[in-house]
């Protein structure tokens, strides 16, 4: 049995509902920063803080996606993600993906940062317009599959868990 393939829509509204389940590990995470760095201004300290919240969120992916193979919005929205041939992912693996992942950002933020872009306007257009780029490429791979999960061996697919007293399928 070859498991289905999510669809864009039903992957968008996992990337957002995962984009608010972030939000409050990102203002909690920030709050610790400041804490134990005693930040006493939001613009003191950015480039530490960014590097603290890469970790803190590379932490969460890597730990929901080789415990479980799903964050809490992929449960939500029954996705999993798995290797390409079904297996849980290692944390090395899990790592892997998700600093692959950033290949949604890291061209728009390398051509801002190379023109000094500094318009929110501006930035969020590029940064709009390089996640189309990269969907339009999952879109053209046979699999459907983002390219970091190309490079990393992985997949996402979706999933149902199995009902209480059901035994799950092979």
Not at 60 to 66: A, G, H, I, L, P
Not at 83 to 106: C, E, M, V
Not at 124 to 149: E, K, N, W
Request: with cysteine.
């Amino acid at each position: 049995m070859n498991p289905e393939v999510p669809g864009f829509a039903r992957r968008l509204a996992c990337l957002v509902y995962e984009g608010l389940l972030l939000f409050g590990v990102i203002a909690f995470a920030g709050y610790v920063y400041s804490t134990l760095t005693q930040q006493r201004h939001a613009l003191h300290g950015t480039l530490g803080l960014q590097i603290f919240l890469f970790v803190v969120i590379g932490i969460y992916f890597t730990w929901f996606w080789s415990r479980g193979h799903q964050t809490l919005a992929m449960k939500t929205w029954h996705l999993r993600l798995v290797t390409r041939d079904g297996q849980p992912l290692s944390q090395p693996r899990a790592l892997a993906r998700y600093t692959a992942s950033w290949l949604w950002f890291l061209p728009a933020l390398a051509w801002l940062g190379l023109g000094g872009v500094r318009s929110g306007a501006a930035i969020a257009t590029a940064l709009l317009a390089g996640m189309a780029a990269y969907v339009l490429l999952a879109r053209l791979a046979p699999s459907r599959q983002y390219l970091h999960d190309l490079i990393c061996g992985t997949r996402l697919e979706l999933w149902r868990a199995p009902k209480r007293g059901q035994n799950p399928a092979p």
